[in-house]
């Protein structure tokens, strides 16, 4: 079989609500992998598994929340999806899962506490042991890098929340993050 042809397979198999559960995440798994990888196109079918909270809960419980995540941003910002984004987003939130990729949908449906929360949990878990550490680590790099792209209400909220050496810390971004996250970051 093609690429292609796995591809479809599996993702019918995450949207097969009569599927074992395991089964379903880790068919969703390869497909996320897969369109990740291979840049495949996204086969349709992964918004009808997606928007299936009992995968969702699957996911979560198999410690795979990640690849809802990598779902929801696979198939984009698409009008006729935002309630399942909304919905799903929330319910990972609710069920305790983490990761930038998640604080990211948050902020982007409009839950910036929540989206900040996790940012601020993301720093103290895996940036704050690097802050002091030269020369400038790319893990602290890539979180400010995604941090000065995020609304400033968002940069704000996550900046508010985290208690850090700011000139430690900004050593580590990109000189145009670091002025941007000082612009914000001054009152």
Not at 147 to 175: G, I, R, T
Request: overall charge negative.
């Amino acid at each position: 079989m093609t690429d292609a042809m796995d591809l479809d397979a599996d993702a019918a198999i995450a949207a097969d609500p009569d599927a074992p559960a395991r089964s379903r995440v880790e068919a969703l798994v390869r497909v996320v992998e897969a369109v990740s990888l291979r840049k495949l196109p996204v086969p349709a079918v992964l918004a009808d598994a997606v928007d299936d909270l009992a995968l969702v809960d699957a996911a979560v419980a198999m410690k795979r929340a990640g690849a809802v995540c990598a779902a929801l941003h696979q198939l984009g910002d698409r009008p006729e999806l935002a309630t399942t984004r909304k919905r799903i987003v929330r319910r990972l939130v609710a069920a305790g899962a983490g990761g930038l990729p998640l604080a990211d949908l948050a902020i982007a449906i409009g839950d910036v506490a929540a989206g900040a929360a996790l940012a601020a949990r993301e720093y103290q878990t895996h940036i704050a042991p690097l802050v002091h550490r030269l020369p400038p680590h790319r893990v602290a790099g890539a979180f400010l890098a995604w941090l000065a792209e995020q609304p400033d209400l968002a940069v704000a909220s996550v900046l508010n929340k985290l208690d850090a050496p700011w000139d430690a810390l900004f050593a580590h971004a990109d000189p145009a993050h670091a002025a941007r996250l000082r612009s914000i970051l001054a009152p």
